[in-house]
């Protein structure tokens, strides 16, 4: 089956560690999304990759870095994470037709957790 | 005023009734609108999109949208316990996808 996966499910860094989330996705989709949600909140866009163009968010802090190597592949990096990056993180993806705007498939996020 | 409200519940329906669920926006410039479920811990899954004013039915769920004002709905007929969940409306405006706050539904056997 086509899908998102995320890798790893659950990681755990320790304060000011950089940790690297992975994103691949069969779809074949030409955009990646990075989202941010903590506890009880909507997701929040932290960058996405529209085919090899990268877009930031104005507020995405300077600590949060992505690569796309290729059109199936997708990393968040965070450089220095804080005890406030503790989140989930969910990668998204979806067909840019123009236009519209096409239904976006999310993976099953990973949980990090900062000791 | 946010870009996208929805009633933050949680929302109690008994086992076999309707649920509404409701979402206002702001940018009236929006075209593509979405419901994602959400159950707890788990990744928004896709559940409906409608682009077009009206009614979208896929089997016990229906999508209604009014763009003149600025509202979309989620109905689920015959609701059952595995419906319970955080249900998230998303807008797609000129630039991204903006999400809601989301929904909590329970369904009481």
């Known amino acids: 089956d086509a899908m998102v996966i995320q890798n790893p499910r659950y990681q755990v860094t320790q304060f000011g560690k950089p940790v690297t989330l992975s994103c691949s996705q069969t779809?074949?989709?030409?955009?990646m999304y990075w989202y941010q949600q903590k506890s009880s909140q909507a997701p929040k866009l932290l960058f996405h990759?529209?085919?090899?163009?990268?877009?930031n968010e104005a507020d995405t802090p300077d600590n949060f870095q992505s690569r796309r190597p290729n059109t199936s592949f997708c990393f968040l990096d965070i450089r220095s994470p804080g005890l406030g990056d503790a989140a989930m993180y969910l990668c998204?993806?979806?067909?840019?037709?123009?236009?519209?705007?096409?239904?976006?498939?999310f993976g099953d996020g990973t949980r990090l957790s900062i000791l | 005023q946010k870009e996208v409200e929805q009633n933050s519940g949680p929302l109690s329906v008994p086992e076999g009734a309707i649920a509404s669920l409701n979402c206002t926006y702001s940018?009236?410039?929006?075209?593509?609108f979405f419901w994602y479920r959400q159950y707890s811990g788990k990744s928004p899954e896709l559940i409906m999109f409608?682009?077009?004013?009206g009614d979208k039915e896929d089997g016990r769920f229906t999508a209604q949208l009014n763009k003149a004002s600025q509202y979309v709905s989620l109905l689920i007929r015959d609701s059952q316990p595995s419906d319970s969940a955080t249900y998230l409306c998303?807008?797609?405006?000129?630039?991204?996808?903006?999400f809601g706050q989301g929904t909590r539904l329970t369904i009481n056997p």
């Open positions: 998204a993806t979806s067909r840019y037709i123009g236009g519209i705007g096409q239904p976006q498939h």
């Open positions: 779809l074949n989709h030409n955009v």
């Open positions: 990759y529209y085919d090899k163009d990268f877009n």
């Open positions: 940018d009236r410039g929006s075209q593509s």
């Open positions: 409608i682009y077009s004013n």
């Open positions: 998303a807008v797609k405006g000129a630039q991204k996808l903006v």
